[in-house]
């Protein structure tokens, strides 16, 4: 069974789709749908700070009118080690859950990765997800929401390279979290108050990105 992505509309509307499903019916010319962005938690370890992260930045973003928020959590997915045979420049999947990754990833046209910081670079969880695909990444935007004890810039830092690699425009604007100021005890999200503007200007950048790019990705696709 493929995961459930829970798609979140403007001020608060929200609908279940599957994986599988156009989560919007675009025409070829017509840009009067909002984009569809994937904030997504970005660590699978027990106890993992980035759920409860992951969840404040939906929060944050379900109060706007001019996207659709879903959250995709790589626990749902269960990725093994890169496991297929042919490179994933090919795109011939071979596996049931590389399947189910490929189309909900597909299915965005922006992303929010929430990411911890783990020796100077981000998860190997995440690293291995994003390695898994290849196009179903191109063309789209990215922006990031890090967390560790210096932030976990260091680990943002490495993804803008890796995203570049696979044609993703990362955003300026970033969200960095600290342990010591915007946890409680190290382990309950606290965020200070000035980091929900901070969140509202990256998804300003997310948004606009994603959808100067969803356009140029229409214009590209061949005539039906």
């Known amino acids: 069974m493929s995961p459930v992505l829970t798609m979140s509309a403007g001020r608060g509307k929200s609908a279940g789709h599957g994986a599988s499903e156009r989560l919007v019916k675009i025409e070829r010319g017509v840009d009067t749908l909002m984009i569809n962005v994937a904030i997504v938690i970005g660590s699978t370890r027990p106890g993992r700070r980035g759920e409860a992260v992951a969840r404040w930045v939906h929060d944050i973003a379900v109060k706007r009118a001019d996207a659709r928020f879903g959250l995709l959590d790589l626990r749902d997915f269960n990725l093994p080690h890169l496991d297929e045979e042919m490179p994933p420049a090919m795109g011939q999947y071979q596996h049931p ?46 922006g ?51 980091q929900e503007a901070t969140v509202t200007a990256m998804l300003d950048q997310v948004i606009a990105w994603g959808g100067a790019l969803r356009r140029l990705r229409l214009e590209a696709a061949p005539q039906q």
């Open 144 to 194: 990031f929401v890090s967390y560790g004890a210096a932030g976990g810039t260091r680990a943002v830092e490495h993804l803008r390279l890796v995203l570049g690699e696979l044609q993703v425009a990362d955003v300026r604007d970033q969200v960095a979290l600290s342990l010591s100021t915007d946890f409680e005890g190290f382990v309950a999200l606290r965020p200070a108050a000035h």
């Open 97 to 142: 859950h590389t399947k189910a990754w490929a189309e909900a990833v597909a299915a965005f046209d922006a992303y929010v990765f929430v990411t911890p910081e783990y020796n100077h670079s981000t998860s190997g969880a995440l690293k291995n997800a994003i390695d898994f695909l290849y196009a179903e990444w191109h063309n789209k935007a990215a």
